[in-house]
C-alpha cells in the first residue's frame, strides 16, 4: 500500500473525528456504525487508543515507520487469511504527519512497533455476566430484569399498564453497560454501577432526570422543554447536546461537554459551558471549569479507560465496577503510585494486573472475587 492509495470510508471517518475534521452529519453516520459493524468498533479501538496514548509518553524516534508499515501489512495479509482479526499488539505514541494519509500510516506503523502495554478491548456491549441482569424498578415498586440487548420500549410494553408519568429507576450492575432511547429521543448510555431515574413519558415545562454513576446524554432538541439532569445536587441545563456526567459516591464529580452548551448550577455557583469545557466538582460544590480530553473522557463508551499520571487508589473504583472484583491493598502507600496507561475490559482482569507489575513492581494475589496488591 502507497501513501496515495485511499483510505477506506470508515477508517477515514475515524481520522476526521480524532483530528476534529469530521461534519456533524458524518459524526452522526459514524456512531451509528459503532452500534451495527464490529468492524467499525474494532477500527475505533485500534486507532483512538494510539492517538490518545500519543500524549502520555515522547514519541521514539528511532524506529523506522516504513518497515513497520510493512510489518503491518504483513499481519494484515495474514490475518485476512485467516478470517480472523489483528492479533494484539504492543501500543506506541505516534506523531501526527501532515496528510490524513501518513497519519494513518505512522499510526497503524506505532501499533506493530510501539512501546506501551494495555490489557485488551472492549465493545460497548459488555461481555461480562457475573453481575446479573439490568433491573428496571417502576413507580409501583415492580421490579423487572432487562437483558443486555433488551430495547426498554419494549420492556415497558411487557409490564403491563405503566404510569406515564411517575418515576422509574433503571439499574446497570457492575462489568455492565447500556445505551437506552427515552420517549422524547434522547440517547443515554450508562456506565457500569450507574442508576437513572426516569418518566416513561415526559410532561410538563421540563424534562428532567437524575443520574447517580456515569452517563453519557445526546438530548433531543425541544427549544420550549428544557432537559434537566439532577445530580448530587448539581443541575444541568440543556437544551439540545451530548455531555458526559460522572459522579460515582465518593469520587470527584465531572460533567464534560462535548456539543451544544450547559449550565451547570450548585446552590451557589453557575458555570457555563462550551464545548472541550467541563466542571469538576468537589463535596462542597464549587464547580472549577476545567478543559477536557474528549477522548479520555469518553473512552468507558468503547470499553477503555485512559489514566496519566494518576494515583492507583483512583483507578481501583473503575476496576471493581468493569469486573466485579474487590480490589485491597496491604500498604496505603501502593494506592498513592502514580502509574500511566489503559485499562480495558475484554481480557481477565489479570492481563492489567501483569501490566501493573511488570511497571510497578507491585505484587498481587487473586482470589475468588477479591485482588489484594502488595510489595
Given amino acids: 500500500m502507497t501513501e496515495s492509495a485511499a483510505i477506506p470510508p470508515i477508517e477515514q471517518l475515524i481520522i476526521d473525528r480524532l483530528t476534529n475534521q469530521i461534519s456533524e452529519e458524518d459524526n452522526q453516520r459514524l456512531n451509528e456504525l459503532f452500534v451495527t459493524d464490529n468492524h467499525a468498533q474494532d477500527l475505533w479501538q485500534q486507532m483512538s487508543q494510539v492517538h490518545n496514548l500519543k500524549k502520555l509518553v515522547s514519541f521514539n524516534k528511532s524506529y523506522n515507520a516504513e518497515n513497520s508499515w510493512q510489518a503491518l501489512q504483513d499481519k494484515l495479509a495474514a490475518s485476512n487469511q485467516e478470517n480472523n482479526v489483528l492479533p494484539d499488539v504492543v501500543v506506541a505514541p505516534v506523531v501526527k504527519m501532515s496528510g490524513r494519509n501518513k497519519w494513518l500510516k505512522y499510526t497503524a506503523a506505532a501499533m506493530v512497533s510501539g512501546i ?203 476496576i471493581e465496577r468493569w469486573f466485579n472484583i474487590q480490589v485491597k491493598v496491604d500498604n496505603p502507600s501502593l494506592a498513592k503510585v502514580h502509574i500511566t496507561g489503559a485499562l480495558e475490559k475484554q481480557k481477565s482482569i489479570t492481563d492489567f494486573l501483569e501490566m501493573l507489575s511488570k511497571t510497578t513492581g507491585i505484587n498481587y494475589d487473586v482470589s475468588g472475587g477479591e485482588i489484594l496488591l502488595r510489595k
Avoid: C
Fill in 116 to 318: 506501551v502495554i494495555t490489557a485488551g478491548v472492549m465493545l460497548f456491549q459488555s461481555r461480562y455476566d457475573t453481575a446479573g441482569n439490568l433491573k428496571l424498578l417502576l413507580a409501583n415498586g415492580k421490579s423487572i430484569s432487562v437483558g443486555q440487548n433488551d430495547n426498554l420500549k419494549d420492556v415497558f410494553a411487557n409490564a403491563g399498564t405503566v404510569d406515564v408519568n411517575s418515576i422509574n429507576t433503571l439499574s446497570v450492575p457492575k462489568t455492565k453497560s447500556y445505551k437506552l432511547q427515552l420517549t422524547d429521543g434522547t440517547q443515554v448510555w450508562m456506565n457500569a454501577a450507574t442508576d437513572l431515574d426516569f418518566p416513561y413519558q415526559f410532561n410538563g415545562s421540563s424534562r428532567e432526570v437524575t443520574v447517580k454513576g456515569e452517563a453519557y446524554f445526546k438530548v433531543a432538541q425541544n427549544a420550549g422543554v428544557p432537559f434537566i439532569v439532577k445530580v448530587n445536587g448539581i443541575k444541568i441545563n440543556v437544551l439540545g447536546t451530548e455531555f458526559n456526567v460522572k459522579a460515582y459516591p465518593g469520587e470527584p464529580m465531572q460533567i464534560s461537554l462535548v456539543n451544544g452548551k450547559v449550565s451547570v448550577e450548585s446552590d451557589h455557583d453557575t458555570q457555563i459551558l462550551q464545548p472541550g469545557e467541563a466542571v469538576d466538582i468537589q463535596s462542597d460544590k464549587e464547580l472549577a471549569k476545567i478543559n477536557f480530553d474528549e477522548s479520555m473522557v469518553l473512552g468507558w463508551m468503547h470499553g477503555i479507560y485512559y489514566f496519566k499520571n494518576e494515583e492507583l487508589g483512583n483507578i481501583i473504583p473503575a
